[in-house]
RNA sequence: GGGCCGUUAGCUCAGUGGUAGAGCACCGGCCUUUUAAGCCGGGUGUCGCUGGUUCGAGCCCAGCACGGCUCACCA
């Protein structure tokens, strides 16, 4: 550890020359970010508090600090230490994170750091950190950030403690921070300044850290599996790839109109078609629809596609990746969600579309043979929706009676081929596709095809959906004849397949809403 | 977009048409092993916004804003 990196000698002057001199030499400061008429009395005494600290010729914002230790590092390698051996190895330690709770007592305090996940406590007396400097300490606040150097020792009540010989302070907290009982619990306040609920709500921090572990998780699945990571187009000159409406933008240059992309998916194969057999990426789409519990307009999609595969492939893979995931992040394949367990234990059920409709809708399976009469039924449940196809009857159908009712993992085999525009049809059945839906809690975790390779039937497909499009549904996948051209040139026989991740986090971190696994979701703006 | 609920101090929340409250935080004083530290003293406020009813509105009514739940839609 470098020498001086104390108080007194790094960031004060190590001797005022003169009492003559101004108590406050350093330069003019701007006036502090935040008009007087918004501050409370708090702000007041806080801004007070920091200006007197300034005056003792203090760094207000330290270029660095030099911590030995994390917070973390501290607890982890020392959690277990009997007193005696600390006392014995007589252990230094500098360490930096945010005061999270003080107690003054006259000529000593405690208080506790954290650094964003662990806490530890410091024990600051006048005698051994010096007179001036634990003057100086008692003009921080609730919030500061502090670089903390000295032994570390177990209290009266054996709690974990550094004896502080000096307390750098690294940046100042203007504001109050919420109640430390409670935490923060307005839920707009927790998602327009996710700061504070990261500062205040450590089971907060827990879902974002395990967010990170879940991806790097996916991308070591992918990675050892031969697999190319890319990154495709975020804007799109066609909004293809899924049945989606999608926002809009402009280019001023080239003076266009752009789509931000609803998936992924027709750049990714085109790269299969260049070569790349294994290819997948993880990133955001947009989808302009509305917001609830399971849908933020921007949300993360992996999306991976293998030649040679086809969708019972694929299926096995997706066993292979969540259970895997489960087991070493959770450390087993059950895990809670909300009252029920789910179990991604390998191998999922499977269950025909068809089958899935007739069983829980309890509708007789007569009625699906007749056309007709489906349409009839499902534009009497989506009415704003008329007129629909069969296709999209069927999967109306299947929102209302069947989506809530499959909670545990389920492979939902075979939807109809006319809301499959991108796929290709199952072998024993023309009017179905190729393709499954991952049921898992209610939600739609995954969706899996056979990709359609046909150049000739992919540009039909479209047709198909133009017309579907001029008969009023808006929710058609457009023309893309540049994505047909490159099918031309040979698209082998591919397996594709899209994981929706933030609801793989909100399974996995035991969340009901995307909101809480998103870590600034889209709110109207304020004012 | 519809329905229901919410918005009071920095935060968490009470508040019954009649003088705006509590805990934490904050301010002043005391306190060298505390830990939701403690003791003494202090209330710091555009009751979301705009109107209306009333002698009198945080409370009743209408409209608006933002949020939550839910339905619709969507992955």
Redesign the pocket.
């Known amino acids: 550890m470098p020498s001086g990196r104390s108080w007194p000698a790094n960031n004060f002057p190590r001797k005022r020359t003169s009492m003559s001199e101004p108590q406050n030499p350093a330069k003019p400061r701007p006036p502090l970010p935040e008009d007087d008429?918004r501050k409370?009395?708090?702000?007041?005494?806080?801004e007070?508090?920091f200006r007197r600290l300034i005056e003792t010729g203090l760094e207000p914002f330290p270029h660095r600090a030099d911590p030995t230790h994390t917070v973390s590092d501290i607890v982890a390698a020392y959690a277990a230490s009997p007193r005696e051996t600390l006392e014995a190895s007589k252990t230094r330690v500098a360490v930096a994170g945010r005061i999270l709770?003080?107690?003054?007592?006259?000529?000593?305090?405690?208080?506790?750091i954290s650094d964003g996940r662990s806490k530890l406590?410091v024990?600051i007396?006048?005698?051994?950190a010096g007179q001036e400097a634990y003057e100086r300490f008692a003009l921080l606040?609730?919030g500061d950030h502090v670089l903390v150097r000295g032994e570390l020792?177990?209290?009266?009540?054996?709690?974990l403690?550094v004896?502080a010989a000096g307390c750098d302070f690294l940046a100042k907290c203007l504001?109050?921070?919420?109640?430390?009982?409670?935490?923060?619990?307005?839920?707009?306040?927790?998602?327009?300044r996710r700061y504070?609920d990261l500062i205040?709500n450590p089971e907060v921090m827990e879902v974002f850290r395990l967010r990170s572990a879940i991806v790097a998780h996916i991308r070591r699945f992918f990675d050892e599996r031969g697999y190319i990571e890319v990154e495709t187009p975020m804007m799109h000159a066609i909004a293809g790839g899924?049945?989606?409406?999608p926002f809009i933008t402009h280019h001023n240059a080239l003076d266009i109109d752009l789509y931000l992309r609803?998936a992924p998916e027709l750049f990714l194969k085109r790269l299969v078609v260049g070569g790349m057999a294994k290819v997948y990426e993880i990133n955001r789409?947009?989808?302009n629809?509305?917001?609830?519990?399971?849908?933020?307009?921007?949300?993360?999609?992996l999306e991976f596609y293998e030649a040679y595969r086809d969708y019972e492939d694929m299926m096995a893979m997706t066993e292979e990746l969540l259970g895997g995931l489960s087991r070493a992040l959770l450390g087993a394949d059950e895990f809670p969600f909300g009252e029920r367990t789910i179990s991604f234990k390998p191998p999922f059920k499977r269950l025909k579309f068809m089958d899935a409709l007739a069983h829980y809708s309890g509708l007789s399976r007569a009625i699906f043979e007749d056309p007709a009469a489906v349409i009839a039924y499902g534009e009497r449940?989506?009415p704003?929706?008329k007129p629909l196809t069969y296709g999209?009857a069927l999967?109306?159908i299947f929102?209302?009676h069947v989506?809530?009712n499959l909670v545990q993992p389920t492979f939902i085999i075979n939807p109809p081929k006319d809301v499959s525009p991108l796929a290709k049809a199952a072998k024993d059945n023309p009017r179905e596709a190729a393709r499954f839906?991952l049921m898992v809690g209610g939600?739609?975790?995954a969706?899996a095809f056979s990709e359609l390779t046909d150049p000739a039937e992919q540009k039909l497909r479209f047709e198909q959906q133009a017309e579907e499009r001029r008969k009023g549904d808006d929710?058609t996948h457009p023309i893309d004849l540049d994505y047909v051209q490159a099918l031309e040139y040979g698209l082998p026989p591919t397996g594709g397949e899209?994981i929706?991740i933030?609801?793989l986090v909100m399974l996995l971190a035991n969340r009901?809403?995307?909101?809480e696994v998103i870590l600034f979701?889209?709110?109207?703006?304020?004012?």
């Not at 504001?175 to 327009?192: A, F, I, S």
């Not at 629809?289 to 999609?301: K, L, Q, S, V, Y």
């Not at 009901?512 to 909101?515: D, G, L």
């Not at 979701?521 to 304020?526: E, M």
């Open positions: 008429a409370n009395d708090q702000d007041l005494a806080r007070e508090k709770s003080l107690r003054p007592m006259g000529k000593a305090a405690f208080f506790h406590q024990y007396r006048a005698d051994i606040d609730l020792f177990r209290t009266r009540t054996n709690e403690t004896l504001h109050p921070l919420p109640e430390k009982w409670h935490g923060l619990q307005d839920v707009e306040l927790r998602y327009r504070l205040m899924a049945l989606a409406r609803v789409n947009f989808r629809e509305g917001i609830d519990a399971a849908h933020n307009p921007e949300f993360t999609m449940l989506a704003d929706k999209r999967d109306i929102d209302k989506k809530d839906e939600m739609e975790l969706n929710e899209g929706g933030d609801r009901k809403t995307i909101r979701p889209l709110l109207r703006p304020k004012e």
